[in-house]
Nanobody, 122 residues
Framework: VQLQASGGGLVQAGGSLRLSCAASGRTFTTYSLGWFRQAPGEEREFVATISRKDDTTWYADSVKGRFTISRGNAKNTVFLQMNSLKPEDTARYYC????????????????WGQGTLVTVSS
């Protein structure tokens, strides 16, 4: 599976950005897709995931109420709408395919994209 993330950029604190992730691979397969982020010097951390079965969503506590993950009309495209951005949201954001297991655990994901950089200035 190939993943292409886009939409990152520089934004002031309090602003918004919308990230996109397009997954391509097995025909007629809908994927559960998630977003992780990694700040410089930090470990990659879970942000949000959307289920392929019924679009159930999961969020990290740090972004709950500010970020929204959704699926596009093309089923293997997902968006991450990020509002009320904070400087601590600065990171490279990666999308990945959820495989199985605990949804918040990085080891449950395969097929990582190259990431898109989000910088939030204070």
């Amino acid at each position: 599976v190939q993943l292409q993330a886009s939409g990152g950029g520089l934004v002031q604190a309090g602003g918004s950005l919308r990230l996109s992730c397009a997954a391509s691979g097995r025909t007629f397969t809908t994927y559960s897709l998630g977003w992780f982020r990694q700040a410089p010097g930090e470990e990659r951390e879970f942000v949000a995931t959307i289920s392929r079965k019924d679009d159930t969503t999961w969020y990290a506590d740090s972004v709950k109420g500010r970020f929204t993950i959704s699926r596009g009309n093309a089923k293997n495209t997902v968006f991450l709408q990020m509002n009320s951005l904070k400087p601590e949201d600065t990171a490279r954001y990666y999308c990945a395919v959820y495989d199985s297991g605990y949804v918040y655990y990085i080891g449950s994901y395969t097929d990582w994209g190259q990431g898109t950089l989000v910088t939030v200035s204070s």
